[in-house]
């Protein structure tokens, strides 16, 4: 089966502009997370959805960080207006049923390095 | 919420052993996933807990002990590309969480 897409795959802002990721998960995948990865930290969760309804979104910065999942299948991150503090790796995940596939249905993409200056 | 706790860094010879142990707290375990992650790469799956005991892949082993809240993650016959991070991480509730600790950095040496 086809992996997690995620572009771009490296984007360089200047601080206080704004930016936007793009995921597709895995045909049929109906949980999709997105991860924002600092240097040297473990991938913290940003936001969870189960379709296109939110499950958890309670460490996503709300006054500058967006996202949604168009139709329950792609799904945009958006940051406005970036810190410098947001330089980061986000990593897109999608899961399917439990216990489904050799990863048990959780299947990360390559992930988006986003460098503010 | 979730705590997950694993050593920041290790280091051990290549051909040998290294165990990376992993403690968590947290309500409505649902498994314990370890991820190898080489720096500037995505994670990679290596292993998946859900009951108790030990799990052998090859020259992983992964092990879990859910009432003490406690993992660890073998790695035998060491190789110089085995030098990455070591991700623990832990999935609860019905909606299937996964929530990271930060990592244990291995670096294997000559």
């Known amino acids: 089966e086809a992996g997690v897409a995620q572009s771009p795959r490296y984007k360089i802002i200047e601080k206080r502009q704004s930016v936007a990721f793009w995921c597709n998960p895995i045909?049929?995948?109906?949980?999709l997370y997105w991860y924002q990865q600092i240097l040297g930290q473990g991938p913290k969760l940003l936001i969870q959805?189960?379709?296109?309804?939110?499950?958890?979104d309670s460490q996503l910065p709300k006054d500058r960080f967006s996202a949604e999942r168009l139709k329950g299948v792609d799904s945009t991150l958006k940051i406005q207006p970036a810190k410098l503090e947001d330089s980061a790796v986000y990593l897109c995940?999608?899961?399917?049923?439990?216990?489904?596939?050799?990863?048990?249905?959780?299947?990360f993409g390559s992930g988006t390095r986003l460098t503010v200056v | 919420g979730q705590n997950i706790d694993q050593p920041t860094e290790m280091t051990a010879t290549e051909g040998a052993i290294v165990q990376i142990n992993c403690t968590y707290q947290?309500?409505?375990?649902?498994?314990l996933f370890w991820y190898q992650q080489h720096a500037g790469e995505a994670p990679t799956f290596l292993s998946y807990?859900?009951?108790?005991g030990l799990e052998e892949k090859g020259r992983f082993s992964s092990f879990l002990s859910r009432s003490k809240g406690y993992s660890y993650l073998l790695l035998k016959e060491l190789q110089m590309k085995d030098s990455a991070s070591y991700l623990c991480?832990?999935?609860?509730?019905?909606?299937?969480?996964?929530?990271f600790g930060t990592g244990t950095k291995l670096q294997v040496i000559p």
């Open positions: 995940a999608s899961s399917g049923l439990q216990g489904g596939g050799a990863n048990y249905g959780y299947t």
């Open positions: 045909s049929g995948h109906a949980t």
């Open positions: 959805f189960q379709n296109n309804g939110v499950v958890d």
């Open positions: 947290t309500s409505g375990f649902n498994g």
């Open positions: 807990n859900v009951l108790d």
């Open positions: 991480a832990v999935r609860v509730g019905g909606y299937q969480k996964v929530t």
